[in-house]
């Protein structure tokens, strides 16, 4: 329901191979266990269904611990509200003084311990599916972070996309809006086949950033001194926004940037319009790429911020 | 080591002789206990109503999107200066250097603490740490900016030059030190200055949970203090512990850093879960429901809390996620211990709402949203779509807001009978809370939804048009209905003041020994001290036909033949 990326999407393929097992498989699965059956039935509490392959199980852990969370939590509460409706002072009698009962305090240790371990057997599950990397990427990309913008390097393409905080270098032309800080930058665009697998390969020049692409339900530091590798398999295409997350200096709130994920032939189209046009500066390509597209320059929006 | 008389002996030899100074000379010089927390107290009190301050401004400036009251460096001194002032130098020695150092000698029956010279250095160290970084607003650069956390690289002399970062950095030190003395002295009084009688499974519980404060303490400030002369080493003396340049690994500080973090927010939870564990029994006039497992409820959660301090690393992508996650997941069996019983104990009982107990409810609701998310939190993957965004902000608020706050001031009501002779206004009491209670889920409810919809924290500004307007209008609104509400606080301190009731040794028919004595205790704190023979010496004293029920009480069928819990030592001690 949230899971609307900014910009338009250039195509959302309806799911449908689910609703059959939906029809069939969905009441019993709700009863039995709601992370089997597939995202589409579980509410989304606000959070993003996750517009990856990756962030889609993370997503479906989110929803079923929600869940569990509301269960325990109404639980308590209504303990805690019926002890203090129910038992209100309404005389001088003296309650029973009484203070063990060993049975129920095993009880409520023991429960616990098995909502916990459950929780930490689908942690376990999400966390290596999410986490895995693909030997075969169909795209490799290295993330550069640094005060105050992202540069992306397409490894063996002679690629690359440079901006500056509030830059929007629109690499595909798909939202040619003009942009002004703070109010709807997009920030440089990380542009990946959607259907494919993106291996990202991140790092920092300066100090810790936040990688983090809300709609990917995804984030990871920018770490100088390590490298960080993860993969991104997009479901549709689209433009998901992301930002910076990890404090890092004045202009921390204004160091935007956003996926762009194409239908693949459009993305090896783009890739190859890139190629052509950053080859005179192989030397430099990220500057020339950058000074060829982007509309404001990063000292007009420093100087505004 | 026992410093008291036997029962039920009157004290020998301390009476009012002690002709000490007074005015300001009293509390500049004074080595008493109870001197030296009330300045804590007030001290802390006042840096909260800083930080407090702080924080409006933040929220004015985030009720609407781009917005230019502050400008982005302005924002980011000003958060950064909130979190470490409400941390490091309120929620900590409000309830360490201050009720605990007023409290603890008067709960376990001892004229003061083990080390009072000791005790007042704390104090003035604390003081000058404050100092030192509030300072740092009147130097040039400004006041350290880089979040409450200090990351390297990113608190290099390179990426944060200026006296601001330096003073920052030296108040933790000076603060350090003075929580590790406040420790010592704890862990000692509490060890040696016991009433005859007092067994340790007879201490309150905010006197163990304090007990329990205090080794976290020794365990965890000295990481802390380590780091923070790495840190100035990097600055000055061109060391490169953390800068990748000169072989040195910047994730170390996180390492070090949250070694510490991570314990310290059990520092700053475990006394108050103290304080309302002692207050809720009072309220409900019964025992604590399940004495025991709570004692050891809060020893395995200090335990577990020295080892999962990596769960506030799980997106550097460079620590050992399933361990750090299971351990976090486990601490949520204790917690939830201590939830039931606290439950427990409110069942059957007679329940009076008097402000210090509709705080200890508020509390109860706030921490246990918090520690709910708090959960969620430590599976990685879920970390991974709410590190670092305002779902993070909400969570710890509530959790932190909770405890320091609700429980904070529920303390700080129940008590201010005992330390001050006089009794404060129920009904101002009560707007009070509920005011705060109202703005408190105002304020945080939206920061978990915005946080889901991918709004970071610590960010001075933010587009519009993505849905976060009016969740941060709400929020903003919550805030102000918060300051409002400590208005009626400051209002009923007044009142007190000015039109004192006089509250007696025992207003609330408490449980523990400091309700034994008057109000405010003399000079060594008892003339005479009641026998010791459970948990509740005081209410033992008052209310002899109505003692402890060992189990459920089936065998005893009822009341008055009630045997006593852990009766060791002989009859009357
Ligand atoms: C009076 C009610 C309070 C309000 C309205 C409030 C509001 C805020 C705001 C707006 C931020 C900045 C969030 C961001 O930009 O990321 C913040 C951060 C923070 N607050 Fe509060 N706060 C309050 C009380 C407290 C209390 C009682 C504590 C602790 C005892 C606390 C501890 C913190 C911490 C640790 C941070 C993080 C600072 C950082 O990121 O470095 N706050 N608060
Ligand atoms: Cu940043
Ligand atoms: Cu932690």
């Known amino acids: ?305 | 080591m026992t410093l008291l008389a036997e029962h039920p002996a009157v004290l020998h030899g301390h009476p009012e002789h002690h002709e000490g100074p007074t005015g300001v000379l009293k509390w500049l010089t004074s080595t008493d206990h109870k001197v030296i927390g009330l300045s804590y107290m007030i001290t802390s009190l006042v840096i909260f109503f800083i930080a407090g301050g702080m924080a409006i401004l933040l929220r004015v400036q985030l009720a609407s999107p781009h917005s230019s009251l502050l400008s982005l460096q302005q924002y980011n001194e000003l958060f950064t200066m909130h979190g470490s002032l409400m941390l490091y130098l309120f929620a900590g020695p409000f309830a360490f250097g201050g009720l605990a150092n007023y409290i603890i000698p008067l709960q376990v029956g001892a004229p003061d603490m083990a080390f009072p010279r000791l005790n007042a250095l704390s104090y003035w160290l604390y003081l000058t740490g404050s100092i030192t970084m509030l300072m740092g607003f009147f130097t040039a650069g400004g006041a350290a900016a880089f979040a409450w956390v200090a990351y390297a690289p990113l608190s290099s002399a390179i990426h944060s030059p200026g006296a601001g970062a330096d003073l920052w950095i030296v108040s933790l030190l000076l603060t350090g030190f003075s929580a590790v003395f406040t420790g010592v002295n704890l862990v000692t009084t509490i060890f040696y200055l016991r009433a005859p009688g007092m067994t340790m499974f007879r201490l309150p519980i905010f006197t163990w949970n304090m007990l329990v404060t205090a080794i976290l303490i020794l365990i965890a400030f000295p990481v802390l203090t380590a780091a923070m002369v790495f840190l100035f080493a990097d600055r000055h003396f061109g060391t490169h512990i953390f800068s990748v340049k000169g072989g040195g690994v910047p994730v170390l500080y996180q390492h070090l850093f949250w070694f510490f973090g991570h314990p310290e927010v059990y520092i700053l939870a475990l006394p108050y879960f103290g304080m309302v564990t002692d207050i809720i029994p009072v309220f409900s006039r019964k025992p604590l429901f399940g004495y025991k497992g709570m004692v050891f409820a809060t020893m395995s959660i200090a335990a577990l809390s020295t080892g999962v301090w990596a769960h506030h690393m799980f997106t550097t992508g460079v620590v050992l996620l399933p361990f750090f996650s299971l351990m976090s997941l486990l601490i949520a069996v204790p917690t939830g211990i201590k939830f039931f019983n606290w439950i427990g104990t409110m069942w059957r009982g007679q329940i009076r709402f008097d402000t210090p107990m509709l705080f200890c409810v508020g509390f109860l609701l706030a921490f246990l949203m918090g520690g709910l998310t708090g959960v969620m939190l430590a599976s990685p993957p879920i970390d991974f779509l709410t590190h670092d965004t305002y779902f993070v902000v909400a969570h710890f608020h509530q959790v932190l807001f909770g405890t320091a706050v609700f429980a904070g001031f529920a303390g700080f009501y129940f008590w201010f009978p005992k330390m001050f002779g006089r009794k404060l206004n129920e009904p101002l009491g009560k707007i009070h809370f509920w005011l705060m209670f109202i703005g408190f889920w105002v304020t945080y409810l939206p920061m978990y939804v915005l946080g889901l919809k991918g709004m970071p924290r610590r960010v001075a500004t933010y587009p519009s048009g993505l849905g976060w307007h009016l969740l941060n209008q709400v929020a903003s609104l919550g805030s102000y209905l918060i300051a409002i509400s400590f208005l009626f606080f400051l209002w009923n301190i007044w009142t007190s003041w000015r039109h004192p009731v006089a509250a007696g040794a025992n207003p609330w028919d408490a449980h523990t020994l400091e309700w034994f004595t008057s109000s405010p205790p003399p000079h060594h704190n008892y003339l005479k001290l009641p026998p010791v023979r459970s948990e509740r010496p005081t209410w033992d004293y008052f209310h002899p036909d109505a003692r402890t029920i060992s189990h459920n009480g089936r065998r005893n069928g009822h009341v008055k033949v009630g045997a006593e819990v852990g009766s060791t030592g002989g009859s009357d001690q």
């Open chain 1, 1 to 305: 329901m949230t899971d609307k990326p900014t910009g338009k999407p250039a195509d959302q393929a309806p799911h449908k191979g689910s609703s059959l097992l939906r029809r069939y498989l969905g009441p019993l699965g709700i009863l039995a266990l709601p992370l089997m059956l597939g995202g589409c039935t579980l509410p989304s509490f606000y959070g993003f269904r996750g517009a990856t392959k990756q962030g889609h199980d993370s997503f479906l852990l989110f929803s079923g611990t929600v869940i569990a969370a509301i269960v325990v939590g109404t639980i308590v509460v209504l303990l805690i509200l019926w002890a203090v409706l129910r038992y209100r002072r309404r005389s001088d009698e003296m309650p029973k003084q009484f203070q063990y009962h060993i049975p129920l305090e095993i009880t409520y240790t023991v429960i616990p311990i098995l909502i916990v371990l459950a929780l930490f057997g689908f942690t376990v599950v999400t966390e290596n599916a999410v986490d895995a990397v693909s030997p075969h990427p169909a795209v490799a990309v290295k993330v550069t972070a640094f005060q105050w913008g992202w540069r992306f390097d397409y490894s063996g393409q002679h690629v690359s996309v440079l901006g500056e905080t509030t830059q929007d270098p629109d690499p595909v032309g798909l939202n040619g809006r003009p942009c002004a800080p703070a109010v709807d930058c997009l920030g440089p665009g990380l542009v990946m086949p959607a259907g494919e697998t993106t291996r990202i390969t991140l790092v920092s020049a300066d100090v810790v950033h936040g990688f983090y692409v809300p709609a990917f339900n995804f984030s990871r530091y920018a770490l100088p001194g390590v490298t960080n590798v993860f993969d991104f398999t997009v479901k549709h295409p689209g433009i998901y926004r992301a930002q910076c997350t990890q404090f890092c200096g004045l202009y921390h709130a204004l160091m935007f940037f956003h996926v762009v994920a194409l239908p693949p032939a459009q993305f090896r189209a783009w890739l190859r319009s890139e190629q052509a046009s950053s080859q005179p500066a192989a030397s430099h390509p990220a500057a020339s790429v950058a000074s060829s597209r982007q509309g404001s320059p990063a000292a007009s929006v420093k100087a505004a911020a």
